[in-house]
């Protein structure tokens, strides 16, 4: 065996361990690669549910908020009710009471047939279109 066999024998083997190191490490790379994008991935869909749930809460806190401020105003409403105040004027607007001394004055309402049978009869937009006449309902049509 020549010395150049000898040479390309021992080079042989030393380029084997070669591309063997430079694939592990282009392996290594790619393994690193997908670790980062992995990595990306999860803490940007992290961070999206955080974003969600952030809002959800803020929504949470300005009903809790809302429904305060109505407990409030309901029991503010009840405080009220119970006064003596609201129980006159209640009585004197539903049950016509009076105070001693005190004259009411009761102003009768206009006649008519309808409201005295007990059917107050409501007249609806096409009855009202109806009594009017040809020009008014011209009018109205144009400028609506």
Do not use: C, H
């Not at 096409?126 to 011209?138: D, G, I, M, S």
Request: aromatic share 8%.
């Amino acid at each position: 065996m020549s010395v150049k066999n000898k040479i390309t024998a021992v080079e042989n083997p030393l380029e084997k361990l070669k591309s063997q190191k430079k694939l592990r490490s282009q392996l290594t790379m790619v393994g690193v690669g997908a670790l980062y994008i992995y990595m990306v991935v999860a803490t940007g869909e992290a961070l999206w549910q955080n974003y969600r749930v952030n809002s959800d809460i803020a929504k949470l806190r300005a009903e809790i908020i809302e429904l305060q401020d109505k407990g409030v105003q309901l029991r503010n409403l009840i405080a009220y009710r119970g006064t003596e105040s609201f129980k006159e004027r209640e009585a004197r607007r539903k049950l016509g009471y009076k105070k001693p001394g005190e004259q009411v004055l009761a102003i009768p309402q206009p006649y008519s047939p309808d409201v005295e049978s007990g059917q107050a009869k409501e007249t609806t937009e096409e009855e009202t279109r109806a009594k009017l006449n040809n020009f008014q309902k011209w009018i109205d049509y144009i400028f609506g």
